[in-house]
């Protein structure tokens, strides 16, 4: 507190003013809110209880950052792309092939520490090479392309049994024990969680405000006029999809440490998409939309059940809940529950400062 | 045909060679090396005649997709609901009544029914807006997927062939000769030739009422420019409704076919949807000779790569999609 008010008496101009670059590009440090979340997060395992800490928290920061990378694309690229869980699962795959598991005529047996880099070169490659296919053809048609790379993906590893074990996947994988920590115990694994979703929450948000993320934004408005600009669209979008695979590729890792195993249930179509619903309904204009997207679904998703039997109707009707409130967010609020808070909030100032104008006048 | 020849002659000298290999495989009785390494050919027969079949029912399938793509710019991601809900939809008429040509035309005219309601309710509100369209169909088909999981729940259906359709029939085709010097013609299911049969009809059907009516001269007008259509003061909102309906009610056609020579259970409506998508980016967007060019092309890759490579099989299909995208990202047929 103190080297900060120093920092405004002396009044350098040179230092207020990476002072002020460095509030605009992180504007979460000025936003009291957003430190009283960081800090529910950090203390959540003295609150919640191993299956909160679990199945709550830890699964929607893992979707949460699956669905961040498809909001990096949507959002500052205008690329809807399907097949971010599909690269995730990829991920998940390579993790299972390259490390440890029970299916030991699949698995290589690297240690965590080689399979892993490996496994998030692997994804993003694939991610890069799906992107630089989708890029062939604009607009809607990404999304066609994408959900048939997703789709291919989820038959083929039903159908093949030399590398993905077919139907029944790839069984108790091996998880990273190192530092006399078993690091998919509770406590450490949610630690190990919330640690990548903020390093990639962040990257994210550096990345759109850095030169690269402004070009692509300048793509996504207008590719025509970037491209007289001297900027190359396709490039741009090719590095998009290649930073959202890594993404994605960590939610992936997350992903099969998380579950110890994987198969094609995981990667499945309807799994892609409710990676798209978790980024819609959360909201693809910010960063954070994903990790509210995934903490509503992850809570319907765990809660539906007892909910809906609770009123006396059938407790396996919980996709059609998330579709319903899907197709209601699609209708009413482009910009998902982010959208809605805002406009809310809008009005809530609106009204209040016609209502204080009222009163002065 | 001539002036192809003329501008890529290379080109035109393999693919002849191409098809007389084809036909040569098709026709002539092979050689023992090559049924060595290659397997029996009543293998390589079936393979190729249930690909073409398959590549029938994907047609169905995907010109109602890609008419309604071609004209709406609406990527319909429901179009494989739509394919299931047919088909549970002939099911039930054919179980209940017993006739399966009652079974067609009711399946079409539900599903036909459904995509009226679906375009007058939910796209036309929101006209232009690709994404969106793309988003509603998405939430469609989870919803749809959880209402016909509701009702139907997770079995195994399969539609009864009619008796008169039931058996085989012997194709003049030649797979062996038997030692005794007595040929051995091909037996080949005679519903599937049936089905195939018919849904050939419908392409060319489709492709007359398209090229030579009014209202296909409207709807071809309209894949083009339709502001510019609607500006002329035909009455654009309602060619939507036709042609979605025609679409859907395709869709619930291959319903019932999918549904007699296959089976309907939850998760045909992906498939479906996938094979549609993998049709139109090969075939071209909007264009029904280009559906029914993938559709073939689709068919055959999967049939042939599940009996020769049956663990990669889905990778042929995959291949080719990403080599038409590489080549010509139009598709093979669009006009653009």
């Known amino acids: 507190m103190s080297l900060l008010q120093s920092t405004q008496f002396r009044s350098d101009p040179a230092a207020s003013a990476t002072r002020r670059a460095f509030l605009r590009a992180w504007p979460d440090f000025q936003n009291p809110a957003a430190w009283i979340v960081a800090l529910i997060l950090v203390i959540m395992p003295l609150i919640a209880s191993g299956f909160f800490l679990i199945e709550i928290f830890a699964t929607t920061l893992i979707l949460g950052v699956i669905a961040l990378s498809l909001m990096f694309l949507a959002g500052y690229g205008g690329m809807v792309s399907l097949m971010q869980l599909t690269i995730a699962g990829f991920a998940g795959y390579m993790v299972a092939v390259f490390g440890v598991s029970g299916n030991a005529n699949i698995s290589l047996g690297w240690p965590w520490w080689l399979a892993t880099p490996m496994a998030l070169a692997l994804a993003t490659l694939f991610g890069t090479l799906g992107g630089a296919l989708a890029v062939r053809t604009e607009g809607i048609y990404t999304i066609m392309i994408t959900l048939a790379i997703g789709a291919a993906f989820y038959y083929f590893t039903n159908q093949n049994w030399a590398i993905f074990n077919g139907h029944t996947g790839i069984n108790t994988v091996a998880t990273p024990h190192f530092w006399g920590v078993d690091w998919r115990a509770d406590i450490a694994f949610y630690y190990v969680t919330l640690g990548v979703a903020a390093i990639c929450y962040f990257a994210v948000q550096y990345v759109s405000r850095a030169p690269f993320g402004l070009a692509l934004q300048g793509v996504r408005d207008n590719s025509r006029r970037m491209a007289a600009l001297g900027f190359n669209p396709n490039a741009h979008r090719i590095a998009a999809y290649a930073f959202a695979a890594f993404i994605a590729g960590l939610g992936g890792v997350l992903q099969v440490w998380n579950y110890r195993q994987i198969s094609p249930g995981s990667v499945s179509v309807g799994a892609c998409i409710d990676i798209l619903i978790i980024a819609v309904v959360g909201g693809i204009t910010r960063p954070i939309g994903p990790f509210i997207g995934a903490f509503i679904f992850v809570l319907l998703r765990t809660f539906a059940l007892d909910v809906l039997i609770k009123f006396g109707l059938d407790g396996n009707r919980f996709r059609l809940l998330i579709g319903l409130g899907f197709l209601a967010i699609v209708f009413w609020s482009s910009d998902g529950v982010i959208g809605l808070w805002e406009r809310w909030r809008q009005r809530n100032k609106s009204t209040a400062t016609r209502r204080s104008g009222g009163h002065h006048g | ?336």
């Open chain 2, 1 to 336: 045909m001539a002036s192809f020849i003329e501008r890529h002659p290379a080109w035109a000298l393999i693919a002849i060679i191409a098809i007389a290999v084809v036909l040569w495989l098709v026709f002539a009785i092979w050689p023992p090396g090559l049924e060595a390494a290659f397997g029996r050919k009543r293998v390589f027969l079936n393979a190729v005649l249930n690909g073409i079949t398959l590549g029938g029912l994907y047609f169905l399938v995907a010109s109602g997709f890609t008419l309604i793509f071609g004209l709406m710019r609406n990527v319909n991601l429901a179009h494989g609901s739509l394919y299931l809900f047919g088909g549970y939809i002939g099911y039930a008429i054919s179980s209940w009544t017993g006739s399966w040509i009652l079974s067609f035309i009711v399946a079409f005219v539900v599903v036909a029914l459904v995509g009226v309601i679906l375009q007058l309710a939910v796209f036309r509100r929101m006209e232009g807006q690709d994404l969106r369209q793309t988003m509603v169909t998405i939430g469609l088909s989870i919803v749809f997927a959880d209402l016909m999981l509701w009702v139907f729940g997770g079995d195994f259906y399969q539609i009864q062939t009619p008796s008169w359709l039931i058996g085989p029939v012997q194709l003049p085709l030649l797979t062996a000769i038997k030692s005794s010097g007595e040929p051995v013609y091909l037996q080949y299911p005679l519903v599937r030739l049936v089905i195939f049969a018919a849904s050939v009809a419908i392409g060319i059907a489709m492709w007359l009422a398209l090229n030579r009516t009014r209202i296909g001269m409207i709807v071809r007008a309209g894949v083009d420019d339709r502001d510019i259509l609607a500006a002329t003061g035909v009455r654009i909102q309602l060619v939507f409704v036709l042609v979605f309906a025609l679409g859907a009610g395709l869709a619930g056609i291959a319903g019932v076919v999918g549904g007699t020579f296959q089976s309907l259970s939850p998760g045909e409506d992906t498939r479906f949807l996938l094979a549609s998508l993998v049709v139109v980016i090969v075939g071209g967007m909007g264009s029904i000779p280009g559906a029914a060019l993938g559709a073939v092309i689709i068919g055959l890759a999967e049939q042939l790569g599940s009996v020769y490579i049956p663990t990669y099989a889905i990778v042929v299909t995959f291949l080719i999609m990403v080599l038409v995208l590489a080549l010509r990202p139009q598709g093979l047929l669009a006009r653009r």
